[in-house]
């Protein structure tokens, strides 16, 4: 089904293993930023102790603010719970934003979803 802005599909939360991937088609930006902050809290709170939440960039190519917002409360959300966010398939914009605003080390990141399984877990 294809939305009123044109992208079909724009979250897609999968559980695979001892992660839950949560896939972004389109744009992380003040339009979409609700619906983002939704899903990965979702995410959280359903993922059981250990597991780690990935989200899969490789179909976004563009984070305003917002976005890197809700990544960032995500993140601290995360930690409080003894899970992790990593991020797979960044755009080179999205790598730009996360070391201009000097959060680049808050985020494991990895060329794609199934690299981050050589990551080193939380203990």
């Known amino acids: 089904m294809v939305s009123s802005n044109g ?3 724009y979250l897609t939360m999968l ?22 902050r939704t899903s990965l ?20 190519s563009f984070c305003d603010s917002t976005g890197l917002n809700a990544l960032l409360a995500a993140r601290e959300q995360a930690w409080s719970l003894g899970h992790r966010v990593l991020l ?15 959060s680049a080390d808050l985020f494991p990141l990895s060329p794609g979803v199934a690299d981050h399984r050589q990551t080193e877990q939380p203990e």
Do not use: F
Not at 41 to 60: F, I, R
């Open 7 to 9: 992208y079909t599909d």
């Open 41 to 60: 809290m979702t995410a959280l709170s359903e993922a059981p102790e250990g597991w780690d939440l990935v989200v899969d960039l490789q179909n976004s």
């Open 88 to 102: 797979a398939a960044p755009s080179h914009q999205m790598i730009r934003l996360l070391q201009l605003t000097g």
């Open 15 to 36: 559980r695979r293993q001892d992660q839950y991937v949560l896939r972004v088609s389109g744009d992380m930006d003040l339009d979409h930023v609700a619906r983002l």
